[in-house]
């Protein structure tokens, strides 16, 4: 597959980005499309946990909606750096628990979580994060997928049943809740 010239080397899609089939970006897409028709306002203020390359960040951040798009990840890398340096998004490198003292509470309209795997961090980012979007807006993720993530499936099934929110789920394994 190195020398396929379809092939986009990924991080955040596998297998590696295939430029002739959309089915690995297609639901990131479906849902921004369904925030869209759900959101109060015009123009947006969101944040993804875990952005690493960017890829998601600028799927996200290329939707006319998305005002302005926080990127959070403790890796500095030149990747995301180039991928966005076009676009509405605001790169920050450091801990997403650090960087919860810059967002305010019921300030955002979305949060993306995409960030470590692992159940108490997952369910952690959940908590944390939620206090910062408004009501209205939306806790959304990556990586809700039982077979490869349980522990991501087991802490947002956990935070929406303490809510009584509901879970929309994509094909691309991604996942929205709408704060009431």
């Known amino acids: 597959m190195k020398d396929d010239p379809t092939s986009i080397k990924s991080m955040r899609f596998f297998p590696d980005w295939d430029k002739n089939n959309g089915n690995q970006i297609s639901g990131l897409i479906e849902m921004m499309c369904d925030i869209n028709t759900l959101k ?54 450091g801990g997403s628990e650090e960087y919860t003292k810059v967002i305010s509470d019921n300030s955002l309209d979305m949060v993306y979580i995409d960030a470590t795997h692992d159940y108490d961090i997952v369910k952690r980012d959940l908590e944390t994060w939620s206090k910062k979007v408004k009501s209205g807006g939306f ?3 990556h990586d809700y997928n039982s077979n490869s993530w349980p522990g991501v499936v087991q802490a947002v099934d956990e935070f929406a049943d303490s809510r009584n929110l509901l879970i929309k789920t994509y094909r691309d394994s991604s996942y929205m809740m709408q704060q009431p």
């Not at 960017?54 to 750096?81: R, W």
């Open 139 to 141: 806790i959304c993720g």
């Open 40 to 93: 109060d306002s015009d123009k947006l203020e969101c944040l993804e946990i875990g952005s690493h390359r960017g890829e998601s960040a600028l799927i996200i951040s290329a939707f006319p909606f998305v005002n302005l798009l926080h990127c959070v990840d403790p890796y500095k890398n030149e990747d995301i750096q180039q991928r966005l340096r076009y676009s509405r998004a605001k790169i920050w490198f």
